[in-house]
DNA sequence: GTGAGTTTTGTAAACGCTTACATTTTTACC
DNA sequence: GGTAAAAATGTAAGCGTTTACAAAACTCAC
């Protein structure tokens, strides 16, 4: 393994080994019609010689330089984080890399963002999150534009088009079987806060406005507070809700659509003295990281996040492989059940 | 904008247009030797066709395709999400992709991995946090072997080589002050808890030493506690603080080497009914998002994420433009106080 | 209109691999 | 030993760009 700095390649091998460039690709790629003494020799020489082949000579020639784009709305969320890192592990694990984009959430960026993997030619694409399908049609035709290209993998989210793949949990169902364990509980005032307008979103808060109406409520104004902002806004969450406390909002119970509006309902909720989960009870959903950080630990909607991770990955692993392209899975969801209930 | 099916090459655009395949590559490449006019008719012949340059082809003729490979031990720690989400924003408005490869912890995987980016012929390689050099000289060889052949750029932490940026706080003096800090607060009893014996990690536990040393303290046994885990053991963390007070280990302040560690302590405070910071107060080290979501905040060290990251980024930036490479630069960490001292 | 100098363009050879197809070598069987 | 089939190897033509070098076209002062 002497490190020469010339750059090596299949032609030195060749000749240092006396068989020809061919019988050297086919060691290379693993082809089993060599002859055992022949790769062993030529194995050896590429050994000796520290012969590295060229990634960008080999993406030209098998077109392919087995590369996952991974789009993520903010990979500093607690959550997308952690889908991100099972992502890349598992992808690690079959000779595949993961080249990261960070989107931000508007759907302008995201469409950017996946056009520029199509650029880089990967060989297929997960959007992480359920933030990368929208409730409005027009804006989820980035996504369809892609999958002409390539497979699309879609993790908790949901959109069906030819060459996409929807692996997701049934978030109308979750939310809704969430807030009547809330019922259950004895609580008479749930609020609902949340903070986007995606296809999954709206889900969830059907769910949590069916759940109101088989208890009689009809009218959800005061029943639900819509938020502006991410995992960083946990301040500007906690003040919201001041405000609308002070000017007569009151709760006995919250339900959030992400893990880090609960925390924010449980910051608010410490502030102020209430005990929990006497006087405030709280469901987040996600059973992201933050839950069990947060003290008390945060009940949470678990969706599964490291299973469906996993499963996405040896989906879309059959697929290149040339497996047909399966439409969409559907989980349940499941109530992790701790200290703030 | 029409989408033909075939692949297009240059060719066809040379073609189309009526130039040579030699204009239409420097028109791809924004060359100025180029008639204003051909180059429109060009370009409005590619964007006619919905051409697009074949990534792999380019890579080859050019040597590089433009990505940067991030290492990371954890995509999914607080810390180290932020400083990746800001390194791969601050990259792609460069116009260079992120490829990630997300580590562990072990030297063995650190070395595979960055070997694995060199193989794939990245531009550089970013290596981000602490746990990238080991206090053992040999483990750090495989950044040495690296460097051989392209940039490698160091996030906090410091590792003097050729070819090797370092960019990091002055971990030893932060750790230090911050404990000093403790004692004007009239802390008698000042316990440190560390995961990592990294070299940052060495020095934060000198800088620690040494301020106790500073107050007449000699034998540290009783004063630092090394504990096992990452960002997801918060449980076991707990459980360790339990125990070593259950056998009369006793403590007025706890000094963290990460958040994730000081939370922990919290967590235990707070289930032990002690008050915060009256029974207990508690530094922190990141200064990570975790240290706003807690309640109550946690007072932490900020070692200047976000302009150390952008910083690096722009070092490497110009280093690949050709300037020369830096060795290291040495910042200075900062006290955030909040409510847990 | 001429010629030197400058711009613009074209030709053809890389870049370092893969692979279809042709050829040679080996194997197995009579 | 001869033969047909199977296995191993080699030759050469891609893959889609970039770019050195050569050639052509343009500019402008005289």
């Known amino acids: 393994m002497s490190d020469r700095k010339e750059k090596l390649t299949i032609y030195d091998i060749s000749e240092k080994s006396g068989v020809s460039i061919a019988t050297v ?3 290379l790629n693993g082809y089993q019609n060599v002859n055992e003494k022949t790769r062993d020799k030529v194995l050896s020489v590429m050994n000796e010689m520290g012969y590295k082949p060229n990634a960008f000579a080999r993406g030209l020639g098998l077109d392919t330089m087995k590369t996952i784009g991974i789009l993520c709305a903010d990979s500093s969320d607690a959550y997308l984080a952690k889908a991100v890192y099972y992502i ?3 992808l690690r694990a079959a000779q595949y890399n993961a080249l990261l984009i960070c989107t931000g959430y508007s759907f302008e ?20 999150g359920s933030n990368f399908v929208s409730s409005k049609a027009s804006e989820n035709a980035y996504i369809k534009d892609a999958a002409a290209s390539i497979p699309v993998m879609l993790l908790n989210a949901c959109f069906e088009c030819d060459n996409v793949y929807s692996l997701y949990c049934n978030d ?9 364990f809330l019922y259950t509980k004895g609580r008479k005032k749930i609020l609902y806060m949340y903070n986007s307008k995606s296809y999954s979103g709206m889900k969830k808060l059907t769910g ?3 759940a109101l109406s088989e208890h009689g409520i009809d009218s959800f104004a005061d029943y639900t507070v819509f938020l502006q902002g991410g995992p960083d806004d946990t301040d500007s969450f906690v003040n919201t809700l001041n405000n609308l406390c002070e000017n007569g909002l009151s709760f006995d119970a919250v339900m959030a659509s992400e893990d880090y509006l609960a925390i924010a309902a449980l910051k608010y909720a410490i502030k102020k003295g209430m005990r929990i989960p006497e006087d405030l009870a709280v469901i987040g ?9 947060f003290e008390p630990e945060l009940t949470s909607v678990d969706n599964k996040l490291k299973p469906l991770s996993e499963q996405l990955v040896n989906t879309l692993l059959g697929v290149l492989k040339g497996s047909e392209m399966p439409g969409k899975t559907e989980y349940s969801a499941e109530l992790i059940e701790r200290r703030t209930t």
């Open 88 to 90: 890349e592990e598992a």
């Open 208 to 210: 949590f406005k069916d």
């Open 172 to 180: 109308y169902a979750a939310v809704k079987s969430a807030v009547e």
């Open 25 to 27: 690709s086919r060691v």
């Open 285 to 293: 959903y996600n059973n992201s990281s933050l839950a069990t950080i």
């Open 109 to 128: 960026d995201k469409k950017n963002a996946l056009e520029l993997l199509l650029e880089r030619k990967v060989d297929a694409a997960i959007l992480v």
